[in-house]
Nanobody, 123 residues
Framework: QVQLVESGGGLVQAGGSLRLSCAAS????????MGWFRQAPGKEREFVAA????????YYADSVKGRFTISRDNAKNTVYLQMVSLKPEDTAVYYC????????????????WGQGTQVTVSS
């Protein structure tokens, strides 16, 4: 059973930056597309970004396009989310997951969710 562990969250002022990491426990990680999602208090979990298994194709929610960058290092079984120009509305718990099939944007097409890492952006 693959396990995903997120890290890198924290408290940052608006305009600041953070880099999230998601480490996978299995080497088969490299064969799957990966995604980042987030969930703010009282809101549904939403898509943030995804990356194809080779890393050549990336996908972003409109709300983060131009500010967030997803990348992966298959040799380290790790996917990253670099976040710059953070806004208070980016405050949420951020989760990574492995894409099973289907859409890159739908959380229903992902499995093996991590436990999440909290990102808080103060104004």
């Amino acid at each position: 059973q693959v396990q995903l562990v997120e890290s890198g969250g924290g408290l940052v002022q608006a305009g600041g930056s953070l880099r999230l990491s998601c480490a996978a426990s299995e080497r088969t990680f490299m064969l799957y597309a990966m995604g980042w999602f987030r969930q703010a208090p009282g809101k549904e979990r939403e898509f943030v970004a995804a990356i194809a298994w080779r890393g050549g194709s990336t996908y972003y929610a409109d709300s983060v396009k131009g500010r967030f960058t997803i990348s992966r290092d298959n040799a380290k079984n790790t996917v990253y989310l670099q976040m710059v120009s953070l806004k208070p509305e980016d405050t949420a718990v951020y989760y990574c997951a492995r894409r099973r099939s289907g859409s890159y944007y739908s959380l229903d097409d992902y499995e093996h969710w991590g436990q999440g890492t909290q990102v808080t952006v103060s104004s």
